[in-house]
C-alpha cells in the first residue's frame, strides 16, 4: 500500500488578506488606520469622560491648580515698580495711573497697556515697560522739556518745543526762567516764538511776552504798555528792524504805545495820547513863547 504525501501548503493568501495587504497599499487607508481612526476614538472617550458635569468641574480644577502653580512660582512674581527717568512729580502721576498691588505674577500684567497709559501722560514723551530679573518691573520714561510758558484761557501751562503741554503752573513766578507766550495756536508755533526771542535777545530786559494774535502773527509785549506789532510772514526780519531802529534813533526809548510793521513797506507809529496831548499844546503855543 502506497503511503500519502501530505498535500503542499497553498503560498498564496487569503481573500480577506489579499484585500487588507491591497487596502495597506492605499496612502489614504495607511492614513485613516494611524492617524484618523485613534484620534475619533480618543475623541468619543473623551466625549464620554466630559459629559459628566462633575468631570469637568474637576479637571477645570486641576487644570487652574496646575496654571496657578506655575505662574505663582517665585521666579514669575513681581515684587516692586521701578521709574527711571522721571521726577519726583512724573513718578507719583505714573504710581496713580498704574495701581498694581504687588507681589503680581508677571503673567497677570499687561505691559503693553501700562507702557501706553504711561505714554499717555502729558509730561511723558516716550515710555518703555519691561520687566526686569529679580521681579522689578521696570518703568523708564523720557520727559518733555518744557522750553516756553503758555498762558490760555485755562490759565498757564508749560509747553515743549513740539507744542504738546507738559503740565500746568498755578502762577508765573513757578517758572519764572521761561519765555511767555499767550493766544489760541500760541503753543502751535513754538518754534516761531523761540526764533523771535532770540531775535529780541538786545532787549530781553524788556520784553514780557508774546502773544499770538489770530492764529495768524505775533505781538511783542514790552513793558511800560508797548507793542510791536509783527506781520505773518517774515516776523523775526520786522522784529530785528525795530530793534535797529531803536538803537539808532532811540526810538522805542519815546513815549509810543505801539510799532505797527504789519505792513513792511509802511511802519507806523502810534504815539501815547498824553504825548500826542504835549505835541498838540507846543503847536499851539506861540513861537516867541516856545523860544523863551
Known amino acids: 500500500m502506497q503511503p500519502i504525501k501530505p498535500q503542499p501548503c497553498d503560498p498564496a493568501p487569503s481573500r480577506l488578506a489579499y484585500r487588507y495587504q491591497r487596502l495597506m497599499l492605499t496612502p489614504l487607508f495607511r492614513l485613516t488606520l494611524r492617524v484618523f481612526l485613534p484620534f475619533l476614538l480618543s475623541l468619543a472617550v473623551a466625549g464620554i469622560y466630559l459629559s459628566d458635569a462633575d468631570r469637568r468641574d474637576q479637571l477645570a480644577m486641576a487644570v487652574g491648580d496646575l496654571r496657578n502653580s506655575i505662574q505663582t512660582r517665585p521666579e514669575f512674581m513681581v515684587n516692586v515698580m521701578a521709574i527711571d527717568g522721571a521726577s519726583r512729580t512724573i513718578a507719583e502721576d505714573i504710581r ?38 529679580g521681579g522689578i518691573l521696570q518703568v523708564s520714561v523720557t520727559e518733555r522739556d518744557p522750553v516756553m510758558l503758555w498762558r490760555s484761557r485755562q490759565g498757564l501751562a508749560t509747553v515743549d518745543k513740539a507744542g504738546y503741554v507738559v503740565r500746568p503752573v498755578n502762577s508765573r513766578s513757578a517758572r519764572a526762567d521761561l519765555p511767555l507766550i499767550a493766544g489760541d495756536g500760541a ?19 524788556r520784553v514780557i511776552g508774546l502773544v499770538r494774535v489770530g492764529k495768524r502773527r505775533w505781538d511783542v509785549v514790552l513793558d511800560r504798555d508797548q507793542r510791536i506789532l509783527l506781520p505773518e ?13 531803536g538803537h539808532s534813533q532811540d526810538m522805542l526809548a519815546r513815549d509810543l504805545v505801539a510799532v505797527d510793521m504789519r505792513i513792511a513797506e509802511r511802519p507806523t507809529i502810534r504815539i501815547a495820547e498824553r504825548a500826542m496831548e504835549e505835541w498838540w499844546r507846543i503847536r499851539q503855543t506861540p513861537v516867541e513863547k516856545r523860544e523863551e
Open 96 to 133: 496713580e495711573v498704574t495701581p498694581i498691588d504687588f507681589p503680581i505674577s508677571s503673567f497677570d500684567l499687561d505691559l503693553e497697556l501700562i507702557q501706553q497709559t504711561v505714554a499717555e501722560l502729558p509730561a511723558v514723551a516716550r515710555a518703555t515697560v519691561r520687566i526686569k530679573p
Open 233 to 245: 510772514e517774515d516776523a523775526v526780519t520786522a522784529l530785528e528792524r525795530v530793534i535797529a531802529l
Open 187 to 205: 503753543e502751535e508755533r513754538v518754534d516761531e516764538a523761540l526764533a523771535l526771542y532770540e531775535a529780541a535777545a538786545p532787549i530781553a530786559d
